[in-house]
């Protein structure tokens, strides 16, 4: 009965252990699609940056037709 119930406990473990790599897996996942929409938007604020300070250069040197 003591093998037994080793054997479920190994069993036990061995299941919880690939429900976490799992579990890790899939948050791994998720951080990997965050940080290149993290990076997307980072750049899109830099060219928008340049936008804005072309548009002020703009209003300061050029004439609204």
Known sequence: ??????????Q?????????????NALVQE?????????ELKQMIVEHQGYMKGLEACEKDCEVK
């Not at 036990?12 to 890790?24: I, L, P, R």
């Not at 951080?31 to 990076?39: F, S, V, Y």
């Open 12 to 24: 036990e473990a061995q299941t919880k252990m690939e429900s976490m790599v799992e579990q890790h």
């Open 31 to 39: 951080l990997q699609g965050a940080n290149e929409r993290l990076a």
């Open 1 to 10: 009965m003591a093998k037994e119930k080793t054997v479920d406990l190994k």
